[in-house]
Antibody
């Protein structure tokens, strides 16, 4: 079955960076796009970016453009995200998610379990 | 960026009743690229509807989506106990960011 398994919770300080991994299985990795979506406590989801299957090109939400990077490793079927210059407002649950590939980018049909990132001094 | 505003914030109904949730976009959503998700406490969102009215795999037919342009609805024809959750609309497709609404909390009355 489709699985997206993320790395564990992180506690970091303001100004630091965090890298979260997402290991996938149960499907052909290279035929799907992947997203990162975060959700702050009590808030709706917030889309951060997408990485495509062809050449691993990326598109990021403008608000994260200068401090967010998505990468993938096709040999291990994993995707990664790194968020730099962390601030307290970045405290959230970060989800890795698979695109449903229904003809337009952005519909998400499978999600990881989420990784809680806490930014606190 | 397209802003999605959902109403009501909280909807209190009883099992067996009909629920109608609203999602309004700040500008027209292109090519019917509107989806709905259900989220229960401690779980990731679950895809219900995409393309305004297409049910995702395994979604019961009591869930239906409708609307066009800037006004969309999710209807649950007859509420089951497992339907009480938070629901989010999302626009996707043409231009990122693929924004979500702030959610409607469907609670048991």
């Amino acid at each position: 079955q489709v699985q997206l398994v993320q790395s564990g919770a992180e506690v970091t300080k303001p100004g630091a960076s965090v890298k979260v991994s997402c290991k996938t299985s149960g499907f052909t990795f290279t035929t799907f796009y992947f997203h990162w979506v975060r959700q702050a406590p009590g808030q709706g989801p917030e889309w951060m970016g997408v990485i495509r299957h062809s050449a691993g090109s990326t598109t990021y939400a403008e608000k994260f453009q200068d401090r967010f990077t998505m990468t993938r490793d096709t040999s291990t079927s994993a995707v990664y995200m790194e968020l730099r210059s962390l601030r307290s407002e970045d405290t959230a649950l970060y989800y890795c998610a698979r695109d449903a590939m229904v003809g337009a980018i952005g519909v998400i049909d499978h999600w990881g379990q989420g990784t809680l990132v806490t930014v606190s001094s | 960026e397209i802003v999605l505003t959902q109403s009501p914030g909280t909807l209190s109904l009883s099992p067996g009743q009909r629920a109608t949730l609203s999602c309004r976009a700040s500008q027209s959503v292109s090519s019917d690229y509107l989806a709905w998700y259900q989220q229960k406490v401690g779980q990731a969102p679950r895809l219900l509807i995409y393309g305004i009215s297409r049910r995702a795999t395994g979604i019961p037919d009591r869930f239906s989506g409708s609307g066009s342009g800037t006004d969309f609805s999710l209807t649950i024809s007859r509420l089951e106990p497992e339907d009480f959750a938070v629901y989010y609309c999302q626009q996707y497709g043409a231009s990122p960011p693929y924004t979500f609404g702030q959610g409607t909390n469907l609670e048991i009355k």
